[in-house]
């Protein structure tokens, strides 16, 4: 995402917060702790001793606001705390002490310290948008678009909140404000990339792809989509003439995959194509047509003579009025693979199943389906099912199921390549939006994807399918965290095509 991962303000001081979409990676920079007013004695405090407790609690807050910054988030919660019980009155701290909660994945005690917060400051801003945030991540729509609203109300001209009101309503299906917000949110503060990103992923994902690409472009302002320094000039789409382009990896693993498509045409412009990439892409990119070299991430720059982002592929080579399907597959799995899986049984699919993606972040556990409502599939007759999953959830399978149900074969899966060995052996994919998806629909394989109701822009946001991969049949849930209804229509399709490949009986 990924790519998709929310922040939230940190406030110093009572200003508006940074907010910015899901689309950009954690980047809180909270503010320095405000000065000491003086303020009346507490109780029976003497005036000196209430300001020596102001004093401390401001010196504790400064404290953590410092390990906020640098990410000590345990440390900084603790010392949130310490602040709170010198100056429980402190609706900053509250704020801050939220974020910090819910960067740890604690939804609710975040939603909790933001509702205190509003109670010390009623009204303000950027603490609700701040709680609109976190409500939106729950799943809960209708609340965050409530929230969202007032905060619109009390800050009308925030680029920022507009954005953020943009994307709830992204994930209430209603288009019409979505585009309208982030338009708005543009047009308030032009240089708001995040907002710019994100209006041109709607654009993506409703099919107007020239404008979608061209607001793609905001996204090199972002942290998440920075690249290396490259010494040399960036190609314009003209004739390489045999010269040598570095082609740049950014954002995801899946967004690498994705705009690999681009990267024949790129040949077909007469250059020697180097490309960059993630160590865990390396040997799956090597076996991309045109792909003449492959270097990893964070190694020594390459000399070229000119250079390109992998995700300004379409717009440098002129391809932003559709999505070209037919340059599907272009993945291709290894000749030799490091695991030969079990010959199919007699009238017996062979179904890979994943059901999270390799490394969620908190941001991303809308799109995890529990083991436990994918195990369903297995009544199914006539499939053999074999676990595709890698990453932590891994340790799911112990808990829920055993190898004579569902085969451990993640656990052989060292890297994309040998994932694409293992998909390319089963005859039907089934997973979340993860890496597995993208590999599955980049070798033309069969895969349904389970989609969330906040689903990622390239699996648009209505329908059965999507342009980037044919072979790709979409799922979704018909409500926020619904996943049992979604695996429900994964089993009667999967009972059809069994029936359809051996019959009924």
């Given at each position: 995402?990924?790519?998709?991962?929310?922040?939230?303000?940190?406030?110093?001081?009572?200003?508006?917060?940074?907010?910015?979409?899901?689309?950009?990676?954690?980047?809180?920079?909270?503010?320095?702790?405000?000065?000491?007013?003086?303020?009346?004695?507490?109780?029976?405090?003497?005036?000196?001793?209430?300001?020596?407790?102001?004093?401390?609690?401001?010196?504790?807050?400064?404290?953590?606001?410092?390990?906020?910054?640098?990410?000590?988030?345990?440390?900084?919660?603790?010392?949130?705390?310490?602040?709170?019980?010198?100056?429980?009155?402190?609706?900053?701290?509250?704020?801050?002490?939220?974020?910090?909660?819910?960067?740890?994945?604690?939804?609710?005690?975040?939603?909790?310290?933001?509702?205190?917060?509003?109670?010390?400051?009623?009204?303000?801003?950027?603490?609700?948008?701040?709680?609109?945030?976190?409500?939106?991540?729950?799943?809960n729509v209708r609340n965050a678009m409530a929230v969202f609203s007032q905060a619109v109300r009390e800050s009308p001209g925030s680029s920022e909140i507009i954005h953020n009101m943009g994307l709830a309503a992204r994930d209430a299906g209603d288009m019409e404000l979505t585009v309208g917000c982030l338009e708005s949110a543009t047009s308030i503060k032009d240089d708001n990339a995040a907002a710019h990103l994100d209006l041109g992923l709607t654009m993506l994902a409703l099919g107007n792809y020239e404008r979608g690409f061209?607001?793609?472009?905001?996204?090199?302002?972002?942290?998440?989509?920075?690249?290396?320094?490259?010494?040399?000039?960036?190609?314009?789409?003209?004739?390489?003439?045999?010269?040598?382009?570095?082609?740049?990896?950014?954002?995801?693993?899946?967004?690498?995959?994705?705009?690999?498509?681009?990267?024949?045409?790129?040949?077909?412009?007469?250059?020697?194509?180097?490309?960059?990439?993630?160590?865990?892409?390396?040997?799956?990119?090597?076996?991309?047509?045109?792909?003449?070299?492959?270097?990893?991430?964070?190694?020594?720059?390459?000399?070229?003579?000119?250079?390109?982002?992998?995700?300004?592929?379409?717009?440098?080579?002129?391809?932003?009025?559709?999505?070209?399907?037919?340059?599907?597959?272009?993945?291709?799995?290894?000749?030799?693979?490091?695991?030969?899986?079990?010959?199919?049984?007699?009238?017996?699919?062979?179904?890979?199943?994943?059901?999270?993606?390799?490394?969620?972040?908190?941001?991303?556990?809308?799109?995890?389906?529990?083991?436990?409502?994918?195990?369903?599939?297995?009544?199914?007759?006539?499939?053999?099912?074999?676990?595709?999953?890698?990453?932590?959830?891994?340790?799911?399978?112990?808990?829920?199921?055993?190898?004579?149900?569902?085969?451990?074969?993640?656990?052989?899966?060292?890297?994309?390549?040998?994932?694409?060995?293992?998909?390319?052996?089963?005859?039907?994919?089934?997973?979340?939006?993860?890496?597995?998806?993208?590999?599955a629909g980049a070798m033309n394989k069969p895969v349904w994807l389970l989609a969330s109701t906040n689903a990622d822009w390239r699996w648009n946001y209505a329908g059965e399918t999507t342009p980037w991969y044919p072979s790709m049949r979409v799922f979704r849930q018909p409500q926020p965290g619904n996943w049992r209804a979604a695996i429900n229509d994964v089993r009667d399709a999967l009972q059809k095509r069994i029936n359809d490949r051996f019959g009924e009986g």
């Amino acid at each position: 995402m990924g790519l998709r991962q929310l922040t939230e303000g940190i406030i110093g001081v009572a200003r508006k917060p940074k907010i910015v979409s899901r689309t950009s990676t954690p980047s809180d920079a909270p503010k320095p702790a405000p000065a000491v007013e003086a303020t009346p004695a507490r109780n029976n405090e003497t005036p000196d001793r209430a300001s020596l407790r102001d004093r401390e609690a401001a010196r504790v807050f400064a404290l953590a606001v410092d390990y906020h910054r640098r990410g000590m988030l345990e440390d900084a919660v603790r010392a949130y705390s310490r602040a709170l019980n010198l100056d429980p009155t402190n609706p900053d701290i509250y704020n801050n002490l939220g974020v910090a909660l819910r960067a740890q994945g604690k939804l609710a005690a975040a939603i909790a310290c933001y509702r205190r917060a509003l109670v010390l400051r009623p009204r303000h801003a950027g603490t609700l948008a701040n709680l609109g945030n976190v409500l939106r991540e729950q799943g809960n729509v209708r609340n965050a678009m409530a929230v969202f609203s007032q905060a619109v109300r009390e800050s009308p001209g925030s680029s920022e909140i507009i954005h953020n009101m943009g994307l709830a309503a992204r994930d209430a299906g209603d288009m019409e404000l979505t585009v309208g917000c982030l338009e708005s949110a543009t047009s308030i503060k032009d240089d708001n990339a995040a907002a710019h990103l994100d209006l041109g992923l709607t654009m993506l994902a409703l099919g107007n792809y020239e404008r979608g690409f061209r607001e793609l472009e905001w996204r090199r302002k972002l942290p998440a989509y920075a690249t290396r320094d490259v010494e040399a000039p960036e190609w314009d789409g003209k004739d390489l003439g045999g010269k040598t382009i570095l082609i740049l990896g950014e954002g995801s693993s899946g967004d690498v995959l994705q705009f690999a498509r681009y990267i024949p045409q790129v040949k077909k412009r007469g250059g020697n194509v180097i490309v960059e990439c993630h160590a865990a892409l390396a040997r799956i990119m090597a076996n991309v047509a045109g792909v003449d070299r492959v270097v990893m991430s964070g190694s020594r720059t390459p000399a070229c003579d000119v250079y390109a982002p992998m995700m300004s592929l379409p717009k440098i080579l002129g391809q932003t009025k559709t999505i070209d399907g037919d340059a599907v597959p272009y993945i291709k799995p290894p000749d030799a693979v490091s695991t030969q899986l079990p010959p199919a049984s007699r009238n017996q699919l062979r179904v890979g199943l994943a059901w999270a993606p390799s490394n969620p972040g908190t941001s991303r556990n809308t799109r995890i389906c529990p083991l436990e409502d994918m195990l369903e599939l297995l009544a199914v007759p006539g499939f053999t099912g074999f676990s595709l999953q890698t990453g932590e959830h891994r340790k799911d399978l112990e808990e829920h199921t055993c190898d004579i149900l569902l085969p451990d074969i993640g656990a052989r899966i060292n890297d994309v390549s040998d994932l694409a060995g293992m998909i390319r052996q089963l005859d039907l994919v089934v997973c979340v939006d993860s890496v597995t998806a993208h590999i599955a629909g980049a070798m033309n394989k069969p895969v349904w994807l389970l989609a969330s109701t906040n689903a990622d822009w390239r699996w648009n946001y209505a329908g059965e399918t999507t342009p980037w991969y044919p072979s790709m049949r979409v799922f979704r849930q018909p409500q926020p965290g619904n996943w049992r209804a979604a695996i429900n229509d994964v089993r009667d399709a999967l009972q059809k095509r069994i029936n359809d490949r051996f019959g009924e009986g």
